[in-house]
């Protein structure tokens, strides 16, 4: 599907370019599941096949690190129930396939900066922003020939999947990135676009092993949920 990859820095304090294609599932991660709360907010309707493909690939990246994922609707709730981590997270932008008469007319060489966190004083906020002008950009040449459906689910998943890397930096409480898989500092089209895209074992140990929540943990004020 993809002839030509090329590369997009994801978090925005990314280091160089580490790229693998082989990532492994751990089948051994101690027991102890931790809930996280995904408040979340988009500037354009999504579909229901793409919202329901996007927090499917996101709670498959994060159930092999024991941590189930609950979403809710900032513009009715702002409180978080008890859990152990909670995130705002923003899809800034027109955020699903673009139409043919711009799909190469914005269609430029990278790097693109796909996916950012805030960060205050050295401390990763739970605070993520997807830019879907620039993911447009980036997967549109190589998107455009699937079926409307196709491209709706698969376009979905890659937001899955600059989800699942900001939330690694939030959980984390890190600005390091792992050598491989979800977590690396930079993706190519191949691996949003993928069936099988994944965290490292050893990143789904860290991920694990991350202390439960931070101060920022369930405040959302209002001028944070301006999205819709």
Request: proline residues 7%.
């Amino acid at each position: 599907m993809v002839a030509v990859p090329r590369v997009a820095h994801i978090f925005a304090l990314a280091g160089a370019l580490s790229v693998s294609l082989c990532v492994c599932r751990s089948e051994s991660l101690p027991s102890g599941e931790k809930t996280l709360v995904i408040f979340f907010t988009s500037d354009s309707p999504i579909a229901p096949v793409a919202s329901s493909e996007m927090k499917r690939e996101l709670g498959h990246l994060l159930q092999p690190a024991a941590i189930h994922v609950e979403w809710q609707d900032p513009a009715f709730d702002r409180s978080a129930p008890e859990n152990d981590y909670s995130a705002l997270v923003r899809l800034r932008g027109s955020c699903h396939p673009t139409e043919p008469s711009v799909r190469f007319e914005h269609a430029v060489n990278g790097p693109f900066t796909l996916a950012a966190s805030a960060v205050s004083d050295g401390v990763v906020l739970p605070f993520g922003d997807i830019d879907c002008a620039a993911l447009n950009s980036f997967l549109g040449p190589s998107l455009w020939r699937e079926p409307a459906v196709i491209q709706e689910a698969v376009y979905a998943r890659a937001i899955a999947r600059l989800m699942a890397h900001e939330l690694y930096h939030v959980i984390g409480q890190t600005h390091d990135h792992a050598r491989s898989g979800v977590a690396e500092p930079s993706f190519t089209v191949t691996e949003l676009l993928s069936d099988h895209f994944e965290f490292s074992e050893i990143t789904l140990g860290e991920l694990h092993a991350s202390p439960e929540g931070t101060e920022y943990s369930g405040r959302i004020d209002s001028e944070d949920v301006s999205g819709k």
